[in-house]
């Protein structure tokens, strides 16, 4: 483990640094002003998801604040074989980076890539901020969360950050183990995280969400010298239950074939409507998806070709709110 973050003895200014080994490791940018917090920001956690990396590669390439205090660290692509290969998972070993934390310095390439980001940067921050979204297999109505815990002083900084980005709706949901967010979750560092749409490209309403909220963000928590935003009221759902927040278990898909929508992304549906079918290639099954609950409908699967188990949609009662 390291005894010192890598950019501590930087002078004030722009830095840009690899942590790791060429191939493993990842690219940072380092905005270092007067003593004060460290805001560690990322995209590309999973290797299909393009709105965090195209917005932290244009601060990266833009961003010169003059009167900055504290530390601002940006790592556009966390996952960079994922990020190359234009895979979700770890193309070396099939691994979901946001499932394998904490991590294992002698584990499996993903494992690794997990321990470094912990060991090496991670620990050594104040608030984190991860950028995800759909990627190329889903799309999604946009939200930004943070994972609830019982710590009331935590949670009231997590909410105050995901208010920063008020574009979006909150989904505040209880903690899910080996995630980026668990991780800061065990180290008491507030974190949350976007959402946005995703479906294989870049939408410029969610590089403007997520830029706008990441400057909020700044901002509200005294960054940058600037007053501080009014934000838009934010509808907030709470989550008690961790497997709603678990999105890839809802209405798998039963057997491996192509699966029709009904249904499209905002909808409100009640239990039991149907959400699409799934047909057998060999033209022996077709079988309704049917919704297990009643509520908005937050993810829909763009991928068309499913196996068994894909995730099909993500039902939230959360119709009256949004």
Known sequence: MN?????????????????????????????????????????????????????????????????????????????????????????????????????????????????????????????????????????????????????????KTQARIAACFDSYWCWGSPYIEGRTLSAAFDLGIPAIYTESMGCGGVRSEDLSAIHNGLFNFLRTFDFISEPSPTLNKQPTYLSSDAKEAHLQVHHPSPIQGIFIPQVSLGDVIEKGDRIGNVYSLAGDSCISINAEEQGKLVLLSRKRSVTEGHALATVVPVDGLL
Request: hydrophobic fraction near 35%; proline fraction near 8%; include cysteine.
């Open 3 to 155: 005894n010192k973050a890598p950019w501590e003895s930087f002078s004030k200014g722009y830095h840009q640094l690899r942590i790791g080994p060429e191939k493993g490791g990842f690219q940072a940018f380092v905005w270092k002003g007067e003593p004060g917090p460290v805001a560690l920001l990322n995209g590309g956690t999973h290797g299909d998801e393009y709105e965090g990396p195209t917005m932290l590669t244009n601060l990266a390439a833009t961003w010169r604040p003059e009167n900055l205090r504290g530390t601002v660290v940006a790592i556009p692509v966390l996952n960079e074989p994922a990020f190359f290969a234009g895979t979700r998972c770890h193309p070396q070993d099939g691994a979901n980076l946001a499932r394998v934390f904490p991590g294992n310095p002698a584990g499996s390439p993903c494992e690794k890539l997990a321990d470094l980001f912990l060991n090496s940067v991670l620990r050594y921050a104040d608030y984190y901020l991860d950028f995800h979204s759909g990627g190329v297999v889903y799309e999604l109505y946009p939200w930004v969360g943070y994972m609830r815990s019982e710590n009331a002083a935590l949670d």
